[in-house]
């Protein structure tokens, strides 16, 4: 009975998903980054996804892309930095019935971290997965840690529809 208690701590949720996230995030990455050239396309289920090769220096959709690297260099170390910190603050509040809010927190602390892996390590993200509809439509490349981002968040959104004003 104490390993599942144990399971359900915050600390323990925000620990394993951290080992998972960061693990996977990074060896996906890695394979894309040895095994393709940049731009390189594979298309696995033709008119709807491949695994694309591509170098994101901006942020989610490649927004700031064009700015100046004395600008978005910089910006997209201290953002991620400063919002890991108040993540961190807010999830070290948690009570130990949140566990939902746990998991998002974890999820969005996990995914931001492996994207800023990637800018200290080569100045930008690996993004690969790319979800199009024929020629029409392209959804901009995403990776793990970006899933993981938004998993995170729609967790957080499902909770507030589900919970309202309490906690949870």
């Known amino acids: 009975m104490k390993w599942r208690a144990r ?5 323990v949720i925000l620990a394993l998903t951290f080992v998972v996230v960061i693990l996977f995030d990074q060896w996906t990455k890695y394979l894309v980054h ?3 050239r940049w731009g390189e396309s594979v298309n696995l289920v033709t008119h709807f996804f491949a695994l694309t090769y591509v170098r994101n220096s901006g942020a989610a959709f ?7 690297a004395w600008f978005r260099d910089p910006f997209f170390i201290v953002v991620p930095l ?19 809010t746990a ?3 974890s999820l969005i602390l996990s995914g931001a971290i492996g ?3 990637d800018r200290l390590r080569f100045g930008y993200v690996i993004d690969f997965l790319d979800f199009h509809w024929k020629e029409f ?3 901009p490349a995403f990776n793990v840690a970006d899933s993981c981002i938004v998993v995170g968040v ?5 909770q507030s529809l589900l919970h309202g004003d309490r906690k949870s």
Do not use: C, T
Not at 7 to 11: I, R, V
Not at 62 to 68: M, S, V
Not at 83 to 96: C, D, K, Q, T
């Open 7 to 11: 399971l359900g701590d915050k600390y």
């Open 34 to 36: 040895s095994r393709f």
């Open 62 to 68: 490649g927004l700031l892309h064009r700015a100046p």
């Open 82 to 100: 400063v919002a890991m910190v108040v993540i961190s603050i807010l999830f070290h509040r948690l009570e130990a019935r949140q566990r939902l």
């Open 103 to 105: 998991w998002s927190f």
């Open 115 to 117: 994207n800023l892996i």
């Open 137 to 139: 439509y392209h959804w």
């Open 154 to 158: 729609a967790l957080m959104f499902l």
